[in-house]
């Protein structure tokens, strides 16, 4: 009998220390505080005096709108490409639901400074505010309630994993969390007494915070205990964005840049050619991230973790690659490619690890594929999806927000 055996050939010479940012062209010399991307094409980035920009293609160009504020602008979250919240100082929230085109002030009952926003859905989020504030909606923000946080404390930074499970950091090492959707808040311990910027979950129990004097603190049980990981670095941590367990990046003052492949257990300073502070980032796959700063300063990197993909790559394994777009709403696409004749599993979990789809159940020659996901009967929130073909075994997080 005769054996027929493909080898798809590609080398990968992976240096993760030459990550190369480009500078865009912002159009403003005014402080960005915030940015965020709902792909990677659609992006909204905040600052001084009431400063927003958009681009609807990765950033080539950055157009000016009106918010009707000068206050600075330092929250940002949209759940799609037209519907977003921004926060500032002053209690000032601003709302979009046309991309920007036209943006609307809700009445926040405060005029603390608006630090931080996140939505699970179009209609559900919180903000965190200064001297320990807590707001909350269930409707879009036409009403936003006070929440008791149990703290004076400044709160900086904000992430939910979903509707009822979320942490709040801020200043002297605050942390807190909810798993009923704010009505009750917990101070978790973690002993740091500085200022905590930063938090970004990829499930229930995975996260990592960034803050003060290069702070990087990383949970594996949803805070019941948090590590200190090395930094490297002095630099002031102001922002960090996860896109899995392991891949996630830092930026800070200095024009401080930090990536992770392994979920922070190595943490590797790139080049990003500017000494000015950087804000904000937003990590959006594999091969895309923005980064916002100071002076009106955005950098742009094609392949976010700082892997130089020089490939010619021996395709003799095995590979499950990052959905796309992510986050995303309704669709998107999984690849992933075997090396030999295989039975192929595909099956999606929600954070609880209740199976929700299964898109791939049927034995697959050596190839590469595409299979889309489309959630519409979904509700927002992290998932999960396992690729099994035979011993192998991976799994990969996506966030659908509608």
């Known amino acids: 009998m005769r054996k027929i055996f493909y080898f798809f050939v590609v080398l990968s010479f992976v240096n993760i220390a030459n990550a190369q940012w480009v500078t865009q062209t912002s159009g403003t010399t005014n402080d960005l505080w915030g940015v965020f991307f709902i792909d ?9 005096d009431g400063t927003i920009l958009r681009t609807s293609d990765g950033g080539t160009t950055w157009v000016a709108q009106t918010s009707g504020t000068l206050q600075i602008i330092k929250g940002i979250f949209f759940t799609d490409a037209n519907t977003g919240t921004v926060g500032a100082n002053g209690g000032v929230i601003l709302r979009t639901t046309n991309g920007g085109t036209t943006w609307v002030e809700q009445t926040s009952g405060t005029t603390f400074w608006v630090r931080a926003v996140f939505f699970t859905d179009a209609n559900t989020g919180t903000a965190a505010v200064n001297d320990g504030v807590i707001l909350r909606t269930t409707d879009g923000g036409t009403n936003w309630v006070a929440q008791t946080s149990g703290t004076t404390n400044n709160l900086e930074g904000i992430f939910f994993t979903d509707a009822n499970t979320g942490i709040i950091v801020g200043q002297t090492g605050t942390i807190l969390r909810t798993t009923d959707g704010g009505t009750s808040w917990v101070a978790q311990t973690s002993g740091i007494t500085s200022t905590l910027f930063d938090v970004s979950f990829t499930d229930a129990n995975s996260g990592t915070i960034v803050g003060q004097d290069g702070i990087i603190l990383r949970t594996t049980d949803g805070g019941t205990n948090w ?9 002031w941590l102001q922002s960090v964005s996860f896109i ?27 080049t990003s050619g500017t000494t000015v502070t ?12 923005t980064v916002v700063g100071e002076v009106g300063t955005i950098l742009r990197m094609s392949n976010a973790t700082g892997i130089e993909d020089n490939t010619i790559k021996i395709h003799t394994n095995f590979t499950l690659m990052q959905n796309y777009p992510n986050p995303f709403n309704p669709s998107s696409t999984i690849s992933y490619s075997v090396p030999e004749i295989v039975f192929v599993s595909i099956r999606v979990y929600d954070v609880l690890g209740n199976q929700v789809a299964i898109l791939v159940n049927e034995e697959k020659p050596i190839g590469s594929y595409e299979v889309k996901l489309d959630a519409t009967g979904l509700p927002s929130g992290i998932y999960f999806y396992k690729l099994q073909a035979g011993n192998f075994v991976e799994t990969k997080k996506m966030v659908l927000m509608k």
Do not use: Y
């Open 244 to 270: 899995d367990a392991n891949n996630g990046l830092a930026v800070g003052t200095g024009g401080t840049i930090l990536s992770t492949t392994d979920g922070g257990t190595s943490w590797v300073a790139q």
């Open 278 to 289: 950087l804000r904000g980032v937003s990590f959006i796959n594999v091969n895309t991230a």
């Open 40 to 48: 990677a094409n659609n992006g909204t980035a905040v600052g001084k």
């Open 227 to 235: 590590v200190e990981q090395t930094s490297g670095t002095p630099q």
